[in-house]
């Protein structure tokens, strides 16, 4: 690991900073090795860190957006620049196969890019008026500063596709990853630094307390705005803790993903598609599929070929040649998909392939036939390498059984049919549609979820509104 881009502390107000002696160690998971000891940020720390983002955010905001897509293009550049550094620290922290982490430096940059130049187009309005003399004007302005509360299963790009359009607004931001995969997001800010953001304006608090940490950017008056992708149970104590200071949220949360295939699909472009869908990131996604929906007819055709794509994966440490499936992220994400496993079991599921945890923090890819409704998985979200395929005979019990879930993130299907396309693809109660698609995922579209998945939306033109306030001018006595 190229140790110049690794750092163990919080940075605030444009200074590598740390509390007291209080640490936490980071683990590869691969193998249960310590990567680094990170000086543990706390609550003092978040709220310096908040005073700090708060000072930067008057003269941040006055700046052009054609200034802060320069420094913006920077940092993306410099990240391109390290992708293969980058990369390396993502596969020892979260496990990911390196192909998988490139992917994701590329992935994470893109969103950077792609806001360094949309901020230059936050067009406003000039709405006729309701009388001769008055005329009025729409402005949008940066909504103030931002916390940004990333996950560990995409380290880097989950924080700049929340950094980048805040930056590119004019927001100043303050960003929490978590403590499992903490030093990708360090070193991404370390480019930041280089690339030139002036004190203040991006600030990161490494800590274990994020129970306490979220609480402080909830609370705060002078946090305008929180950014949290995680789960729904999370999501909700975020937004309650909100209520008092009426803050903005923007809440990418858990997903059930389903995934149907019609009896006129193109089988062999199906599971292919159920493969990148299933397993990117041994299934540790939001978008991964959580359910299989077979139609009766193809069924055996469909579970035979995903068991013969399944058994070709090969599982390891992340940084060997040719790993498609690295470690779960902890040994409790093991003991969760082994209760999945179990349950399903006990409830009549048939294990078609794997089935088993391997030691360390490994899981076998495995497939479930005979799913059903009774099971643990076909409610709840399982970020792990499981396939579960249940059946369906017509249209209407397949976008019933989709629907059947308080979540509505991304759902697929694959059919030939362009009238069944529309129809199935406007039923779905999803924010995502991937059609004769298993990979949805663009700096391009917007991305984000309906129902208990939650609110706002993070790339594509939509996504920088969420940083935006509107005002609205009215100019009186135009005679
Ligand atoms: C996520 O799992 O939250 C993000 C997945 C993606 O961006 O594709």
């Given at each position: 690991?190229?140790k110049s ?10 200074q ?6 209080a ?40 700046t052009t ?6 420094i913006?293009e ?6 391109i620049?390290?992708?293969d ?7 020892l ?7 998988e982490s ?14 360094a ?5 936050i ?6 008026p309701h ?10 302005q ?8 990333t ?7 989950m ?6 359009p805040?930056l ?29 953001f002036p ?5 990161i ?6 129970a ?5 950017f ?7 705005k ?7 149970k999370?999501g ?16 990418e ?17 199906a ?7 299933k397993?990117r990131?041994?299934?540790q996604?939001?978008?991964c ?9 193809v ?8 068991c ?5 994966l090969?599982?390891?440490?992340g ?13 409790n994400a ?5 209760q999945?496993?179990e349950?399903?079991?006990?409830k ?16 076998e ?6 799913a ?11 970020f ?10 017509s249209?209407e019990?397949?976008?019933?059984m989709?629907n059947?879930?308080?979540y ?20 779905l109660e999803?924010g ?5 698609e ?10 984000g ?13 939509y996504?920088?509104?969420d940083?935006l ?7 009186g006595?135009?005679?």
């Amino acid at each position: 690991m190229n140790k110049s881009l690794l750092f163990d502390r919080s940075y605030v107000n444009g200074q590598w900073t740390k509390e007291g002696t209080a640490s936490f160690e980071v683990m590869n998971p691969a193998n249960g090795e310590t990567l680094a000891t990170v000086a543990d940020g706390d609550v003092i720390m978040t709220k310096k860190a908040i005073e700090a983002a708060d000072r930067a955010f008057k003269p941040w905001s006055k700046t052009t957006a054609k200034y802060r897509a320069s420094i913006l293009e920077k940092w993306n550049d410099l990240i391109i620049a390290h992708s293969d550094e980058l990369a390396d620290i993502m596969t020892l922290e979260c496990g990911k196969p390196l192909a998988e982490s490139k992917g994701e430096v590329a992935y994470g940059a893109s969103f950077i890019k792609w806001f360094a130049e949309e901020g230059k187009r936050i067009y406003g309005d000039v709405i006729p008026p309701h009388t001769e003399n008055r005329r009025i004007v729409v402005i949008k302005q940066p909504i103030g500063v931002v916390a940004a509360m990333t996950p560990w299963n995409f380290p880097l790009a989950m924080i700049t596709r929340k950094v980048g359009p805040a930056l590119a607004a004019g927001c100043t931001v303050i960003i929490r990853p978590t403590c499992e995969a903490p030093l990708t997001a360090l070193a991404l800010v370390h480019l930041a630094e280089q690339a030139g953001f002036p004190p203040g304006v991006i600030n990161i608090v490494v800590g274990s307390d994020s129970a306490a940490m979220g609480k402080v950017f909830c609370e705060s008056e002078l946090v305008k705005k929180i950014s949290f992708t995680g789960s729904t149970k999370i999501g909700q104590i975020l937004m309650a803790q909100s209520s008092n200071s009426l803050k903005k949220l923007s809440l990418e949360l858990g997903g059930n993903a389903p995934f149907i295939v019609f009896e006129d699909a193109d089988i062999d472009q199906a599971v292919a598609g159920a493969m990148v869908s299933k397993f990117r990131n041994a299934g540790q996604t939001c978008v991964c599929v959580n359910r299989f929906l077979i139609h009766e007819k193809v069924y055996d055709e469909f579970t035979a070929k995903l068991c013969k794509a399944v058994s070709e994966l090969k599982i390891g440490n992340g940084l060997d040649e040719g790993v498609n499936i690295g470690p779960l992220i902890n040994k409790n994400a093991v003991k969760k998909i082994t209760q999945f496993v179990e349950d399903a079991k006990a409830k009549g599921g048939t294990i078609l392939i794997g089935g088993n945890a391997l030691g360390n923090c490994y899981f076998e890819p495995t497939v479930i036939g005979n799913a059903s409704k009774e099971m643990l998985f076909s409610s709840e979200e399982i970020f792990g390498p499981i396939a579960p395929i249940y059946k369906f005979s017509s249209d209407e019990q397949a976008i019933q059984m989709a629907n059947d879930t308080i979540y509505g993130l991304a759902s697929y299907f694959y059919s030939q049919n362009v009238a069944r396309c529309w129809k199935v693809a406007e039923a779905l109660e999803y924010g995502m549609v991937g059609i004769n698609e298993g990979l949805i995922s663009t700096e391009v579209a917007p991305f984000g979820g309906v129902k208990s998945s939650g609110q706002g939306r993070e790339g594509s033109k939509y996504g920088i509104e969420d940083y935006l306030e509107i005002k609205y001018m009215c100019f009186g006595n135009i005679i």
